[in-house]
């Protein structure tokens, strides 16, 4: 959908605080106004900004669009960036993303570069600057330049030893594949299931490679309630000794996680928590 943002959280939104408000069409599927989709796309980079679903939702159109420019514009820190991804040349913009790597090192490119250039983009999309699929494609990119590096990193042999994945319903993984670069450099021991692994198999795979931590990761499109909920279940069923990790934009907004879930707020929170020598024992 052209907000970005999932029809699940759409719907909760429309019985919590009456907004967005679709008409039907003959065979009964929602349809967003253009106004609603562009108040939709502001409300999504404002959440992206840390304020809450109460905070945006019952604003005005008027007061919404004035508290947008109240906010920080990322797009305007990357102009050039933008303009690269406006010529739609993917060998320009992949070789751009390489030289950006090789300049600052992997490190530094996962903690700070590549999420400030997700920042500038989807502040781009936001404003109207960006369209969907050139902010998929970015996206895209920034994952295979990742790729490629990690496969350049040695396996990590070391601690803890890490099951990467995400639970159904979130198909995003780029947040992973920075938080899998990351832990490789740290020399963690990384087992990557990919996308929107079941709740069983998480727990039988966790027991399989003996995993120190389960590492998942919720984009922005995920509904923060469906996030709270597979956290809660998952570390109930869990061993006490296994620690579990989440990060990304729908975690973020958690305010209260279940006991023995840690929420880290970015990549340099992760770095932090892995070179911890404690990082592998139980909260």
């Not at 690269?84 to 993303?97: F, N, S």
């Not at 781009?124 to 990119?141: D, K, M, P, T």
């Amino acid at each position: 959908m052209e907000t970005g943002i999932a029809k699940d959280t759409l719907r909760v939104w429309e019985r919590r605080y009456g907004f967005p408000q679709p008409v039907r069409n003959l065979r009964g599927e929602r349809l967003y106004p253009a106004q609603q989709v562009v108040q939709l796309r502001q409300v999504r980079r404002l959440l992206d900004q840390g304020l809450r679903p109460g905070q945006v939702l019952t604003l005005s159109a008027e007061a919404l669009a004035q508290a947008l420019e109240r906010q920080p514009a990322a797009s305007e820190s990357e102009p050039a960036l933008i303009a690269l991804l406006k010529r739609h040349d993917e060998d320009a913009l992949r070789h751009e993303l390489r030289a950006r790597l090789l300049r600052e090192g992997l490190g530094p490119f996962v903690t700070h570069t590549a999420p400030a250039m997700l920042a500038a983009v989807g502040d781009g999309w936001a404003r109207g600057e960006v369209e969907v699929f050139e902010e998929h494609h970015f996206s895209a990119q920034i994952d295979s330049v990742l790729r490629e590096a990690i496969m350049q990193l040695p396996a990590g042999r070391g601690s803890p030893r890490v099951l990467l994945t995400t639970l159904p319903g979130e198909p995003h993984t780029l947040g992973l594949s920075l938080a899998l670069a990351l832990m490789r450099l740290e020399g963690a021991a990384c087992i990557w299931l990919g996308a929107q692994t079941p709740e069983s198999q998480i727990l039988a795979g966790a027991h399989a490679f003996r995993a120190d931590v389960v590492a998942l990761s919720f984009s922005e499109y995920v509904d923060p309630g469906a996030v709270r909920r597979g956290l809660s279940q998952l570390r109930l069923r869990l061993p006490p000794a296994t620690e579990l990790w989440c990060g990304g934009r729908a975690a973020a907004r958690i305010k209260r996680p279940a006991p023995g879930v840690s929420v880290l707020a970015d990549m340099e929170q992760l770095a932090r928590r892995l070179r911890d020598p404690i990082a592998t024992r139980a909260d």
